[in-house]
């Protein structure tokens, strides 16, 4: 199992970004997905998750409405298009999967494998 992040990067507050997170090693489809990002100093924290047929997705209530999860189940590919960004977006981004059925939980335990991140940097 494989999951590539990419498409962190500067960008000035209010900006966007979208970052991409490419999978391999596994039937893509047939998993729910989830990004996380960890702050300098601060716990890895749950973003949000996407259903393995992109039908529902969930959001930390720190993003909602300033973000998107996606997924593109034959270019084995899952984004997070992220609005309005602030400093305190600031973290490294890793796109994750769950063996679980449920979006609902926050927790970084039913997640089993991890990308290596991408850092997304938001200028004051």
């Known amino acids: 199992v494989q999951l590539q992040a990419s498409g962190g990067g500067l960008v000035q507050a209010g900006g966007s970004l979208r970052l991409s997170c490419a999978a391999s090693?596994?039937?893509?489809?047939?998993?729910?997905m989830g990004w996380f990002r960890q702050a300098p100093g601060k716990e890895r924290e749950f973003v949000g998750a996407?259903?393995?047929?992109?039908?529902?997705?969930s959001y930390a209530d720190s993003v909602k409405g300033r973000c998107t999860i996606s997924r593109d189940n034959v270019k084995n590919t899952v984004y997070l298009q992220m609005y309005s960004l602030k400093p305190e977006d600031t973290a490294v981004y890793y796109c994750?999967?769950?063996?679980?059925?449920?979006?609902?939980?926050?927790?970084?335990?039913?997640?089993?494998?991890w990308g290596q991140g991408t850092l997304v940097t938001v200028s004051s």
């Open positions: 996407i259903k393995w047929n992109g039908g529902s997705t």
């Open positions: 994750t999967r769950t063996r679980s059925g449920s979006i609902s939980s926050t927790s970084m335990d039913v997640y089993d494998y």
């Open positions: 090693g596994f039937t893509f489809s047939r998993y729910n």
